[in-house]
């Protein structure tokens, strides 16, 4: 645990997305969305817990009535390398073949994460599925993987804040950055 301030803001090497640049981003996605599923049921699926800011974000910046639900998985251990592994470690409990399903993501790395729960999803037979992702780092992907909407294109760096976790910290910051050791 990093209680310490110094600590805490020693790994920050650089700033990579500014808050501003994320919010413009955040905007446009829920303008977009909003045009889109208008007059349809809309189910927002996130996956925890990387993308509970920016689930909580786009939620409140959507001008249509849409519902949320939640999945999480674990693919990463600690540090900054993948497992390999997609476990499943909370599901959504009600029928989602009445619902529009867009699920949420804070990134695509190797797209295994996306790749499992798209598939598994899909056979629940929802009215239909779509992937928004806050970032996209392409030269890391293991298996093919694309995202019907990205917001960020970023390079293979590790990166943390606006929800993305080194070790479960520095989720709460409002910028992404890149981590440094
Ligand atoms: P996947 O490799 O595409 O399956 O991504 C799995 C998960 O790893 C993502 O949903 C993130 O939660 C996490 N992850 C991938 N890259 C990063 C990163 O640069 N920083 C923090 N978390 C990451
Ligand atoms: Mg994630």
Partial sequence: ????????CSHIKNVLISEEEI?????ACAKDLSLEYEGKPLLLVSILKGAFIFLSDLTKRMTIPCEV??????????????????????????????????????IIDTGRT???????????EPLSLKVVTLLDKPERRVVE???????????????????LDYSECYRNLPYIAEYGE
Avoid: C, W
């Avoid at 645990?1 to 805490?8: A, C, Y």
């Avoid at 919010?23 to 905007?27: P, Q, S």
């Avoid at 993987?145 to 929800?163: C, H, N, Q, R, W």
């Fill in 114 to 124: 996306l790749s499992e729960i798209v598939k598994i999803l899909k056979g629940r």
């Fill in 1 to 8: 645990m990093l209680t310490d301030k110094n600590e805490f």
């Fill in 69 to 106: 639900a939640f999945m999480a998985a674990s693919s990463y251990y600690e540090g900054t390398s993948s497992s390999g592994e997609v476990t499943i470690t909370y599901d959504i409990s009600r029928d989602i073949s009445q619902y529009h399903v867009v699920i949420v993501e804070d």
């Fill in 145 to 163: 993987f694309e995202a019907d909407k990205s917001l960020f294109t970023i390079p293979d760096k590790f990166v943390i804040g606006y929800g």
């Fill in 23 to 27: 919010n413009k981003a955040v905007d």
